[in-house]
């Protein structure tokens, strides 16, 4: 269900509009304001105290009509959403727990264009390449995402990235996808079509700043949701390039000995 307010929050509305207090209040301030005041011309008006008043009431009367917004919406908005997606919160079960074999066929062949965009060495490209899958645990509030690449550089474990299901904060893990030292922060969103959105934001160790932002866009494909299509999108801050590639996977309850 879309959060748009419920039958409630329309009478709550409708209350709100046909308010006679306020509308009277509101031509009262404007016939005033014309009375009282002379006004020359946009920049005199505009000084007036009649007229910082009524634009304060107005302010005041468009919030409370603006339709509530939770958790649940992204935060700054996502960067690759398709036209007006609507977000719901994040169901309890979103059926991504287990293991996700990597469909070599349709998912994007190497280079993989995010990693040519961000200039990833020949080491991060290699390991890239080398997942056999992606590996969900999820519970009512937590899901963590785990990756183990066949070739990982000397002294790398697995990959893990962790996010609150009930988006009330946002995750921190000590790892970056391409590698280097930093940080990266997380956050999962739904969309009312069945689409489950993750957004990482990449941050260098010892700074603020967002290197790279990735969003995957991730759907279930068949009656029985074991196919898993994930539309992977980057934007690079600083550049401003973005890159897009897919991955396939095909579900398995459990994960192949030494895949995770």
Known sequence: MVHSGGPGMSRKISRRTSSARKWVSLRRMGSSAYSDAEWFDALSSAGSDDHHAMLA??????KELAPPTGPWVPDPPLS?????????PVPDKLGLAGWWEKDDDRTTP????????????????????????VFFEETDRDLTMMVKPRFV?????????????????ERTWALRRDLKTGRSYGRIFAAAD?????????????????DYIVEEYMRFE?????VL????????????????????????????????
């Open 57 to 62: 009431e107005v302010e005041s009367m468009v």
């Open 80 to 88: 690759f959403a398709v036209p007006n997606m609507q977000y719901v």
């Open 110 to 133: 190497p280079p993989l264009p995010i990693d040519v965009m961000l200039k990833a060495g020949w080491m991060v490209q290699k390991s890239h390449n080398s997942i056999p899958g």
């Open 153 to 169: 550089p000397p002294g790398f474990p697995r990959y893990q990235e962790y996010y609150d299901k009930s988006q009330q904060e």
């Open 194 to 210: 069945g689409t489950i959105i993750f957004r990482s934001m990449t941050r260098p160790m010892f700074s603020n700043d967002v």
């Open 222 to 226: 068949g009656p029985e949701k074991k």
């Open 229 to 260: 299509v994930t539309r992977q999108c980057c934007l690079e801050v600083k550049s401003g390039k973005h890159a897009l590639q897919f991955l396939v996977g095909q579900h398995w309850d459990t994960p192949p000995r030494g895949s995770i």
